[in-house]
């Protein structure tokens, strides 16, 4: 079952937050976050286990809440080249994407 | 370089004709993968393969068909293609297939069903 991403698209200036929820109804073992870029491929931004941990990639960073089968996405200081579709990808049994999320930041 | 190659890159064909879409991974990884991408609806897993001679499908298997005999390459063969294939299609890799594992996406086939 797809785990479910909100909101489904979010417009920002330069230099403004944004946050993107994921939530399963499973138990998780792992959240995955990768961005696409229009008409290309997804590419890897960070996994987060188990643990409640906190990861950081430039000025992106996530959580994940395991005991309420969520995570979040933070753009921090947006810059133009965070513009795609960010899709969390999460881990019960095998690995399953939401639907995407995308970002459009403009100067 | 370490990747993952798909051909073709762009695909028209017609109706029940049969084509086959190629991955290839050159990273020795077990654990391949295909996603169809439609809008809307995100990545939706094909099938998948631990390793070689083992595959399984995954959440939308209908009216395609995988093989894994050797462990970079897992094509994916449409039968007999109608139009509710068209999409954007993607091979996927990694390690073992673990919970901690990234992903390794290939370019993207485009394929469109007449």
């Known amino acids: 079952q797809q785990p479910v991403q909100s909101p489904q698209a979010v417009i920002l200036r330069e230099g403004e937050d944004a946050v993107i929820n994921c939530s399963s109804s499973?138990?998780?073992?792992?959240v995955h976050w990768y961005r696409q870029k229009h008409g290309e491929a997804p590419v890897f931004l960070m996994i987060l286990l188990k643990g409640g941990e906190q990861k950081g990639h430039e000025k992106i960073s996530a959580s994940f809440n395991e005991k309420k089968q969520q995570s979040s996405l933070y753009l921090t200081a947006s810059q133009l080249s965070y513009s795609g579709t960010y899709f969390c990808g999460t881990v019960s049994y095998k690995l399953s994407f939401g639907a995407g999320t995308t970002v459009t930041v403009r100067a | 370089e370490a990747q993952v190659t798909q051909n073709p890159r762009y695909l028209i064909t017609v109706t029940g004709k049969k084509l086959t879409v190629t991955c290839s991974q050159n990273?020795?990884?077990?654990?391949m993968s295909w996603y169809r991408q439609d809008p809307g609806l995100g990545l939706r897993q094909i099938y998948y393969s631990m390793n070689v001679e083992v595959t399984d499908k995954g959440d939308v298997p209908e009216g395609y068909k995988v093989s894994r005999k050797e462990k970079r390459n897992f094509p994916l063969i449409l039968e007999s293609p109608s139009p509710n294939q068209t999409s954007l299609y993607f091979c996927a890799s990694s390690s073992h297939g673990l919970a901690q594992e990234t992903q390794y996406f290939g370019p993207g086939t485009r394929l469109l069903v007449l």
């Open positions: 990273m020795n990884h077990e654990y």
């Open positions: 499973k138990a998780l073992y792992s």
